[in-house]
């Protein structure tokens, strides 16, 4: 059953907070789940289906709704696989829609890494107990940054991929930041800046990675009828797929992410490809995670990201696929360790035509939104969503 | 410039009830990795089931020690270490450190070898790899 043109993104918002020493996070959920009913033109009484992860308060179905009084609930779903939980979310609640298990569909992500402190990316961490991967990796110093370093390793072992090749990515998020008020990092760099920043985990440096940032979004999902009732732009899913990679057992291999499943499906779903993209939201965790996706999804093939992604070929009016336009993870926010939802919120604004003028893709009808979960060089998920101005 | 790897400290591996032959026998002096009775095939890590049929006729056998560099990184911190992705002799690929050298001669391909390193608080001790 597809899912092709069964709801719509009606609404989406964005915290502005990057550090929320002032908000718990169950506050932080319930002011970006107001913040895009207030953009979609609806209320909270008109919320029947709710989805969050392992990030809300909780069980987050039951405490997070309740602290936003949510009493009209008659579809939940709380399937958490990481950061890209929230593009994965898009098409459950599409389902959702098309089956008749709900009408208007909430998604929210919110969290507070920077104000609590947590060395996200460089501290050994389990993430809940029982867990039978941990007593095998948690003494080998598995880190997120270890994790995707391990990946780029190979990748530029298999492939002849360099360090320059990917500090482009970041040069085009930077390039991108500079017009973002709300982003972290809104200085543009340039590749000899990435390169020289301090190694973290060989080959990445502090440039390759992503910033810590509090924060959150959410989204409004609904069925066509409701979403051509309501004022705002029509952006509608026309496909969505999750796949994830593990270790099946010892056969490791690097060279390729859950994104190569993911996208095909969504593709497939979408009825489209890769190059009727004019924009595309990438999880950028790292650079290499970029790369790695641009590679899976197809808008280069594998091997050949690093010279894809030079030379400014991801910087809006520059280059051929316009990326992360709000900065992305390497730049602007990364709300709550978990980049999926800000990633489907900037291709909801460049399908609107709300993107920052400077950065706006001249009418934008096609847009990708992918997210990677978990850790990239371990286990992970990807999830693809392709949206269509209407 | 030499980056020495770091004699860190190694936080104890959390035992759990179907893996502890595994880390009794590395209390042992012996590295073992699972084996899938169904297919024959080698599988890391240590678990009660086969992940290649899901059937628990899976049993621990000993490794050679002996492998190859896969991917491997260098972390910068004041300890420097370098988790890395070693290939077993035996096939599977799994998540280790180099150890107890220059990690600034590393190499992707370097044949290594298994070295059972201690961990705090008296747990077991844990397989990292060295270059041959």
Request: include cysteine; glycine fraction near 10%.
């Given at each position: 059953?597809?899912?092709?043109?069964?709801?719509?993104?009606?609404?989406?918002?964005?915290?502005?907070?990057?550090?929320?020493?002032?908000?718990?996070?169950?506050?932080?959920?319930?002011?970006?789940?107001?913040?895009?009913?207030?953009?979609?033109?609806?209320?909270?009484?008109?919320?029947?289906?709710?989805?969050?992860?392992?990030?809300?308060?909780?069980?987050?179905?039951?405490?997070?709704?309740?602290?936003?009084?949510?009493?009209?609930?008659?579809?939940?779903?709380?399937?958490?696989?990481?950061?890209?939980?929230?593009?994965?979310?898009?098409?459950?609640?599409?389902?959702?829609?098309?089956?008749?298990?709900?009408?208007?569909?909430?998604?929210?992500?919110?969290?507070?890494?920077?104000?609590?402190?947590?060395?996200?990316?460089?501290?050994p961490?389990s993430w809940a107990p029982n867990i039978p991967d941990d007593p095998f990796e948690i003494p080998m110093?598995r880190?997120?940054?270890?994790?995707?370093?391990?990946?780029?390793?190979?990748?530029?072992?298999?492939?002849?991929?360099?360090?320059?090749?990917?500090?482009?990515?970041?040069?085009?998020?930077?390039?991108?930041?500079?017009?973002?008020?709300?982003?972290?990092?809104?200085?543009?760099?340039?590749?000899?800046?990435?390169?020289?920043?301090?190694?973290?985990?060989?080959?990445?440096?502090?440039?390759?990675?992503?910033?810590?940032?509090?924060?959150?979004?959410?989204?409004?999902?609904?069925?066509?009828?409701?979403?051509?009732?309501?004022?705002?732009?029509?952006?509608?899913?026309?496909?969505?797929?999750?796949?994830?990679?593990?270790q099946?057992g010892?056969?490791?291999?690097?060279?390729?992410?859950?994104?190569?499943?993911?996208?095909?499906?969504?593709?497939?779903?979408?009825?489209?490809?890769?190059?009727?993209?004019?924009?595309?939201?990438?999880?950028?965790?790292?650079?290499?995670?970029?790369?790695?996706?641009?590679?899976?999804?197809?808008?280069?093939?594998?091997?050949?990201?690093?010279?894809?992604?030079?030379?400014?070929?991801?910087?809006?009016?520059?280059?051929?696929?316009?990326?992360?336009?709000?900065?992305?993870?390497?730049?602007?926010?990364?709300?709550?360790?978990?980049?999926?939802?800000?990633?489907?919120?900037?291709?909801?604004?460049?399908?609107?035509?709300?993107?920052?003028?400077?950065?706006?893709?001249?009418?934008?009808?096609?847009?990708?939104?992918?997210?990677?979960?978990?850790?990239?060089?371990?286990r992970?998920?990807?999830?693809?969503?392709?949206?269509?101005?209407? | 410039?030499?980056?020495?790897?770091?004699?860190?400290?190694i936080p104890a591996p959390k035992e759990d009830p179907t893996t502890k032959p595994f880390w009794d026998a590395a209390r042992?002096?012996?590295?073992l990795i699972g084996?899938?009775?169904?297919?024959?095939?080698?599988f890391w890590y240590p678990r009660g089931c086969s992940p290649?049929?899901?059937?628990n006729?899976v049993e621990l056998?000993?490794?050679?020690?002996?492998?190859?560099?896969?991917?491997?990184?260098?972390?910068?911190?004041?300890?420097?270490?370098?988790?890395?992705?070693?290939?077993?002799?035996?096939?599977?690929?799994i998540f280790?450190?180099?150890?107890?050298?220059?990690?600034?001669?590393?190499?992707?391909?370097?044949?290594?070898?298994?070295?059972?390193?201690?961990t705090e608080e008296g747990g077991a001790p844990v397989p990292?790899?060295?270059?041959?």
């Amino acid at each position: 059953m597809s899912i092709n043109g069964a709801a719509y993104i009606v609404g989406a918002f964005e915290h502005p907070t990057r550090k929320a020493e002032g908000q718990s996070v169950a506050q932080l959920h319930a002011e970006v789940a107001y913040g895009a009913l207030q953009d979609a033109g609806l209320s909270k009484d008109d919320v029947d289906g709710f989805f969050c992860t392992g990030a809300a308060p909780g069980l987050g179905p039951l405490n997070q709704a309740d602290y936003m009084g949510l009493t009209k609930l008659r579809h939940v779903d709380s399937t958490d696989m990481g950061g890209c939980s929230y593009v994965m979310h898009v098409g459950h609640a599409a389902q959702a829609i098309k089956e008749g298990r709900c009408n208007i569909a909430l998604i929210t992500l919110a969290g507070r890494p920077r104000a609590e402190g947590m060395a996200t990316g460089t501290v050994p961490r389990s993430w809940a107990p029982n867990i039978p991967d941990d007593p095998f990796e948690i003494p080998m110093a598995r880190t997120v940054v270890t994790s995707y370093a391990n990946v780029a390793a190979r990748h530029m072992y298999e492939y002849g991929t360099t360090s320059e090749q990917l500090a482009w990515i970041k040069v085009a998020a930077s390039q991108h930041a500079q017009h973002n008020p709300h982003a972290m990092l809104p200085k543009v760099v340039t590749v000899e800046e990435v390169v020289n920043s301090p190694m973290v985990a060989d080959p990445l440096h502090r440039l390759d990675c992503c910033v810590i940032s509090d924060g959150g979004g959410a989204l409004i999902v609904a069925r066509p009828e409701i979403a051509k009732s309501l004022k705002r732009p029509l952006v509608k899913v026309l496909g969505c797929a999750e796949a994830t990679k593990n270790q099946a057992g010892g056969q490791v291999d690097l060279t390729y992410s859950a994104a190569r499943q993911s996208g095909a499906a969504a593709f497939a779903e979408a009825k489209v490809t890769p190059k009727d993209m004019q924009y595309a939201s990438i999880y950028d965790s790292f650079t290499i995670t970029v790369l790695m996706q641009i590679e899976d999804l197809g808008f280069a093939e594998k091997g050949k990201g690093g010279a894809f992604v030079a030379d400014g070929n991801l910087i809006s009016g520059v280059g051929k696929l316009p990326f992360n336009t709000d900065g992305g993870g390497l730049c602007n926010n990364h709300p709550a360790n978990r980049g999926g939802m800000t990633k489907v919120i900037e291709a909801v604004r460049q399908l609107r035509g709300e993107a920052h003028a400077k950065v706006q893709v001249p009418g934008c009808k096609l847009a990708l939104a992918n997210g990677i979960g978990g850790l990239l060089g371990h286990r992970h998920g990807s999830a693809t969503l392709i949206m269509e101005r209407e | 410039m030499a980056t020495q790897a770091a004699n860190r400290a190694i936080p104890a591996p959390k035992e759990d009830p179907t893996t502890k032959p595994f880390w009794d026998a590395a209390r042992a002096g012996k590295f073992l990795i699972g084996r899938c009775k169904d297919t024959g095939k080698h599988f890391w890590y240590p678990r009660g089931c086969s992940p290649f049929t899901l059937s628990n006729n899976v049993e621990l056998v000993e490794a050679k020690g002996t492998g190859t560099i896969y991917s491997f990184t260098v972390m910068r911190s004041k300890e420097p270490h370098a988790p890395a992705y070693v290939e077993l002799d035996e096939g599977p690929r799994i998540f280790t450190n180099i150890v107890d050298c220059d990690l600034d001669t590393v190499k992707i391909g370097q044949k290594v070898k298994v070295v059972l390193k201690a961990t705090e608080e008296g747990g077991a001790p844990v397989p990292m790899f060295t270059p041959v």
